[in-house]
């Protein structure tokens, strides 16, 4: 069952603009987000959290939303660097519990 | 402070053969998991460990199986290998598991053939 979900397998920029990725989930337990970012061959890793108690954590050029209501966050990255270029994953656990990762978005930012 | 290893890196078996796959987490981390990553399905939860007991467990078969050691050290086993075993196994760690971020290690690369 994918409790955790991103539509968007894909995504392109510019330089210079604002990257928005999406990603949904269906448990209402889930009190823990989280975004990573992984290059090839490499293994994920760690962007930003947010708790459930919060609706916006922001880290430098990196803020996640969070709207319980609707079950979606988002991760807004501003200004967007060819860099940032990775496939991104959402995440998401409650309590001990195992964390869900969705299937992922490749963003592209072009220069 | 040493990473998340995980070795081999790259692995290639063949059909109805069996596989260990390793994974030392960071130093003080007591909780590994384990994931699948295949191509459009994302990373994949088989199991978690803690303290040496399987804590959390994914939706695979019976063929995937894993342990953990006192020094925290864990292993993945699958046996009776199929194709579409063929993935990336990643290996994570984090102090106690409970809503922390995880770390991940690089991976091991899986081809069944």
């Known amino acids: 069952d994918q409790q955790v979900k991103q539509n968007s397998p894909s995504l392109s920029v510019q330089e210079g603009r604002i990257s928005i990725l999406n990603c949904d989930y269906t448990?209402?337990?889930?009190?823990?987000f989280l975004w990573y970012k992984k290059y090839p061959a490499e293994g994920p890793t760690f962007l930003i959290s947010?708790?459930?108690?919060?609706d916006k954590n922001e880290d430098g050029r990196f803020t996640v939303f969070l709207n319980k209501s609707a079950k979606h966050l988002s991760l807004h990255i501003v200004p967007s660097q060819p860099g940032d270029s990775a496939v991104y994953f959402c995440?998401?656990?409650?309590?001990?519990?195992?964390?869900?990762f969705g299937a992922g978005t490749r963003l592209t930012v072009k220069p | 402070k040493a990473g998340v290893t995980q070795t081999p890196r790259y692995l290639i078996k063949t059909r109805g053969q069996q596989v260990t796959l390793s994974c030392s987490p960071i130093?003080?981390?007591?909780?590994v998991s384990w994931y699948q990553q295949t191509p459009g399905q994302g990373l994949q939860f088989l199991f978690e460990?803690?303290?040496?007991?399987?804590?959390n467990k994914g939706n695979f078969p019976g063929r995937f199986s894993g342990r953990q050691f006192s020094n925290s050290r864990s292993e993945m086993n699958v046996s009776t290998l199929e194709l579409g075993d063929s993935a990336l196994y990643l290996c994570?760690?984090?102090?106690?598991?409970?809503?922390?971020?995880?770390?991940f290690g690089s991976g091991t690369q899986l081809s069944v053939l």
């Open positions: 460990y803690f303290s040496e007991t399987q804590r």
């Open positions: 130093s003080g981390h007591r909780s």
């Open positions: 994570a760690s984090s102090p106690t598991g409970l809503n922390e971020k995880l770390f």
């Open positions: 448990n209402s337990m889930f009190d823990y």
């Open positions: 995440a998401a656990r409650r309590n001990n519990n195992d964390m869900r």
């Open positions: 947010i708790s459930s108690i919060k």
